[in-house]
């Protein structure tokens, strides 16, 4: 059974640009979350994405956007990109079918580099 | 606010029992102790969870307080491969896959 898949893995962008993030989730899963990792403030909760709605949302400012879609793949974007944003973007999927509590499965990561 | 306290760092002799303490005296009643690892530059890995009764799985055995008011991790033989940061996490059981990750405790095995 195929893992959670982001891609790509490393991309380089500078300042002002956007950015498109793209996660697969492993297949069945329903529900799709995505974090931001840096060294300085670790592991931080973006939002959460069910049945192509938006759950739950982090403390992340509105440049920071996301979606899924009905196969329930899902990219993030980030527009206006700035040096701050350089960060390791993780997927996580899990096969919650509702208000159940489901075990997270995480990607590999993208990993983002703003200059 | 991450709701637990890990100590940052930890060493383990290679094929010993490594025992990771966790501290969450604010876990409320329908929240869950979750267990991940992150082995550098990859994605956080599922251990284990518990509610209140201690668990064991192929991976690894958690050992909750009566008072739910901390938890032990355990890796029973640990191998060069477990060094990684482990993070302790309480979640609700309301659908929220929202995870607090602390800063963990980097695990380092020695040989």
């Known amino acids: 059974k195929a893992g959670v898949t982001q891609t790509p893995r490393y991309l380089i962008k500078t300042r002002g640009q956007q950015v498109t993030l793209s996660c697969s989730p492993i297949s069945g899963h329903r529900s799709v979350s995505w974090y931001q990792q840096t060294p300085g403030q670790g592991l931080q909760f973006l939002f959460e994405?069910?049945?192509?709605?938006?759950?739950n949302k982090g403390n992340f400012p509105g440049r920071f956007s996301g979606r899924q879609f009905s196969n329930s793949r899902s990219e993030m974007n980030v527009s206006t990109l700035e040096l701050g944003d350089s960060a390791l973007y993780l997927c996580a999927s899990s096969l919650k079918t509702g208000y159940g509590i489901g075990e997270l499965f995480f990607g590999e990561g993208s990993r983002l580099t703003v200059l | 606010d991450a709701k637990t306290t890990q100590p940052p760092s930890m060493d383990c002799a290679e094929g010993r029992a490594a025992n990771l303490p966790c501290n969450h005296s604010t876990i409320s009643g329908n929240e869950y102790v979750y267990w991940y690892r992150q082995i550098h530059s990859q994605g956080p890995q599922y251990i284990i969870h518990g509610l209140k009764n201690n668990e064991t799985n192929e991976m690894a055995s958690l050992i909750i307080t009566e008072d739910r008011k901390s938890s032990t991790l355990i890796l029973p033989h640990a191998t060069l491969r477990d060094t990684a940061v482990y993070y302790c996490?309480?979640?609700?059981?309301?659908?929220?896959?929202?995870?607090?990750f602390g800063t963990g405790t980097r695990l380092t095995i020695i040989p």
């Open positions: 996490i309480v979640r609700g059981d309301f659908g929220n896959e929202k995870l607090t």
């Open positions: 994405y069910f049945s192509e709605t938006q759950r």
